[in-house]
């Protein structure tokens, strides 16, 4: 589904770059800054340094995909060809690759977070983000907290340790697992606690091209589904 909302993209800043741009532009805008301000209202106290992170993170990875399709899209238009709706169709398509495929930050968040954490990796270890959601829902609910840490592989479990949330993973717990990206997995566990988030999403943060980190993902996937 993403792949074919990005080919429309790409049709329609191709056909009618300038309306598309501030279309997509003003969508995105309303959309970020209302996920993020019910993700900083839903978020504990003691876990908003964790989104402050995430946030300066985006931001980095941001401005670099923008930099970096300015770049691109500029040397095709002086030394290809001189055609200003050309220049902004490969300057919007390079962005969104930059920022889909590379993560310029991820070293520098991950410094951010073992600043705070104080420890150190070790073997069969992923540094990783996780999102509690207490629904189920893919865009339109926020989760209830957002933290970030380690998943270290057990045996036959998966034990993450973040900022302010611990939590272990067992096949026996969990109801079903769906690959979510190259980078992403969800969790669906079996909770008696109603109020408790129920619903993890695991976004591994290990590389700078996020896809990656699909051996990963699949060695964690492999170890939950073991049962």
Not at 46 to 64: D, E, M, P, Q, W
Request: charged share 20%; glycine share 4%; proline share 3%.
């Amino acid at each position: 589904m993403i792949e074919l909302a990005i080919l429309i993209l790409i049709i329609g800043f191709f056909i009618f770059p300038l309306y598309t741009s501030a279309g997509c532009l003003g969508l995105f805008t309303a959309c970020f800054l209302y996920k993020s301000y019910e993700s900083f209202k839903n978020q504990p106290l003691k876990g908003r340094k964790v989104l402050s992170a995430i946030r300066t993170s985006f931001l980095i990875n941001f401005v670099a995909s923008l930099i970096l399709g300015a770049q691109l899209a500029w040397l095709i238009y002086f030394f290809i060809y001189d055609l200003f709706q050309l220049f902004i169709f490969n300057f919007i398509f390079c962005f969104l690759i930059s920022i889909r495929w590379f993560d310029f930050s991820y070293k520098y968040f991950q410094q951010l977070i073992i600043g705070i954490y104080k420890e150190k990796t070790t073997a069969n270890t992923f540094f990783v983000i996780c999102k509690g959601f207490n629904k189920q829902s893919n865009l339109g609910i926020s989760p209830a907290f957002t933290d970030a840490g380690f998943l270290k592989l057990e045996n036959d479990r998966a034990v993450f340790e973040g900022i302010f949330f611990n939590n272990i993973f067992r096949s026996e717990n969990i109801l079903r697992i769906e690959k979510q990206s190259f980078d992403k997995i969800k969790i669906y566990t079996n909770s008696t606690d109603s109020k408790q988030p129920h619903i993890f999403l695991i976004s591994l943060r290990e590389q700078f091209y996020p896809f990656r980190s699909r051996p990963d993902r699949d060695r964690l996937l492999k170890l939950l589904s073991s049962n």
